[in-house]
């Protein structure tokens, strides 16, 4: 791995070096595992007792905490860390450059559309009119159906399945085995069984945006699902027909949102959450890990708890709810005192 | 896409038309999004207002709000627009037929049996002994065990699993990333380590299935998983080892059952609900989103919350639970009213 | 199948054989669909009812219930019967021998190093770098990236998605579906959008973990995730970004751990449990199903419901809830009792 000083690596994240600036870094860890050659870093105060042991070679550490770093550690100091972490971890970890061309175990329809640079990697499966954009990444194994289109720049990873006429924008992400455009739970009761309602809307998935693995986006059943860009879906998550998720939206992993709901732009779903169908989440709006949302959550509101309800309120139903076996035994007193025997429930 | 009349439509759905019977229409829209080629479709009161501003070419409504549909617009007239919804969008977005025959790029073993009319597509691998039904289609990439069979009109999406033996009925559908008769959780405790029993039971999926994407259903212990007559699984859904799902049975996405419990005939589990295991669900039981089940259900109850208790109760409990606060005040005014300081609590 | 006679069934699992030594059995099947070939057990008190009525050839029991067996039966007595019962099953239903070699479809490439005795199915690709040992078993289709590595006798199910540089110990079974080592969930805000942190960290499955199918590991962010010998991960399930399972550590079905958390040696998860980021689950720490952890959990403790609680205090909550209506009316009494009625609330 390429090694960098740390004034190179001062200067790349706008930061200000103390100690050392000759100093060469190769790698990343956290304060208690790194050596003389990681960076590593500290975002906030609560992590400063780590530093009286470390070995890292420098630490990210920001402005706010100058003065609180042992002055024996060589330091960068940053307004964000988190942010110059990122920017140098980019650095030093490159994203390695996708092989080139085409496998020659792919299959790729005659009628297909492939930008410039395109990679696809072993068995990959490209359907009938299907259209990818300059320098996609389709990986091992991924399938993509007739008249889907992937714009430039997104990366596909293995075992992929893009269905029919799903559309994925720019710069997207998708991870192995997500599942997009699959046909959503729609069934109408009809002499004795439950027959399938055709599914035939879209699913747009529009740029910048990230899926995580094993996750599923189900088609609209008549109009579309949409993500929104810049929005980012963790693992194992499922979006029912006709979602619609805003710009700049984090769903955390295993989060469920049934048919037809909608979040607004820059909301934030907590893990393992699950939304009703046919409901609205404001615009950032935050919903707990666990909440189940049975109602529209308002912009800018949060709410959590089953069912979900403002944080705050929700925090002391909570709270209350472990002091009733006290409230019980103080009731049973106050009736003692009050009632005669034959009076008592 | 071809276009139908008006006229043909409705007696498509054996419906009444009100308006121009000769106007075509060759897509289906919701009411906000629908242009005049389209039809659309209003199915409740509460979406009546959309009607004053649709371009929809022509709108399926029941013959219950017959006189509350504005006269100008087009109507089909029925008893349920969601039955005739679903036939008319299975008319005009008939399903594409499946490629015809065996690509070049699927491995089917010599002794695997296959029926009439099979599609199979490009990567597809069909174990020793297996056997596919008449016009089974098997998408790309798609890997059916040894001596698994599919019935009749079958249909697996790319990327799915049917490991060794595992039985799948007639006209069944599996999407994308499904696996099904995967092991059982089943261990136990000895000399220190769990040690795994080997599962060994069948998975049986009976006819008219539908299976979503990424879901997994385990094969049993010792006797048999099985999946009955017409039930629909959503994605991301856990079946356990030696569950029983009855007929009819709709459970919604990422839903889980733990191992030997059983769903009776026509029962429906909303969505992350989680079943415990050893339980049984009666038929026609209801199971709220996200309840925990940690008892038996009654046939015909509905149950929701965690622990799962017959919604009206749970709702009850709900609702009481966000007065807890007031009630502690209540009870603090009591005990000031009823005790000297020294007796308070 | 091969068959056993009672006697060799009993002296393999050190039991003690009741009734005609001789009898074969040549399958196992539950007490109420097991013929007169077949072995059957009984567990418990709960179970033995249906003694009275199987027709199994043999029953395994434990001696403590050994006078309260029907005398008609044959036994063989035991002292715990699912490990007899494991035993059995591994004896009659011994693994099939995975198809030898390579198939010829499969991509290996040329820098990989392979040991003695693998087995690789069509359509999988093992990546440069990557290392097998000896006699692993890799299926159709599963995709093992750059670099990384497979212990020896590990058994890797069909579509399983092994990212670049994640580490798998001996003895490890990775179900269809699994994917390790995918990217964590990590962004900074900055400049209006969610950036993505690289994540940069391993992934390290210690020896004799068995993986469920569609179940996600997150590879580390600096640091690595890991999972320790002997854990048993269900299906579905989510791992973070740097997680850390301990040894021989149970987490059933559907369940979530966030990003940074520790789970202590021996600790079991219920399934569809959740665990918030940067938290400790205790050794031997049990979490209810469908718990929602949101503070660390001490070694040994139990927890359940949501947020998650001990489990005896959880348990005389939830309780309390149901008994809340009466409270509320009990309440209203004394305060009729209490009160003139301009001072009620």
Redesign the interface.
Known sequence: MKRYTVGELASLVDGEPVGEVDHLIGG???LD?AGPEDLSFVASRQYLPYLATTSAGVVLAPRALAGEVPASLSQILVR?P??A??AI??H??PSAAPPPGIHP?A?VAESARLGEGVSI???A?IGEEASLGSRVRV???T?IGEGASVGDDSWL???V?V?PGVRIGHRCVV???A?LG??G?G??W?E???????Q?GGCIIAD?V?I???T?V?RGS??DSAVGQ?S?L???V?L?HNVRVGN?V?I???T?I?GSSSVGDGAVLG??A?V?GHLTIGRGARVG??A?VTGNVADGETVS???A?PHR?AL???A????????????Q???R???AREER?
Chains 1, 2, 3 share one sequence.
């Open positions: 990343v860890a956290p595992v964000d988190h942010i972490l990122a971890l980019r030093l970890f175990t299959i990697g072993p068995y499966v990986d091992a194994h399938v990873h293995p075992h399945t269905y991870r192995s085995g599942r699959s046909d739970f069934y109408v009809s004795g069984e439950h027959r399938k309602v055709p035939v910048d990230e995580g693995a094993n599923t189900d008549i109009g810049g980012k963790d693992n194992l499922h029912g700049r984090l955390v992993a295993q469920g049934a893990g393992q699950g009703g890990a666990q189940g708890g089953y069912p309800r309120e002391r139903a909570q209350a709810l472990f002091r009733l076996p006290d409230i019980l035994r103080r009731i007193k106050i009736e005192a009050l009632f429930p």
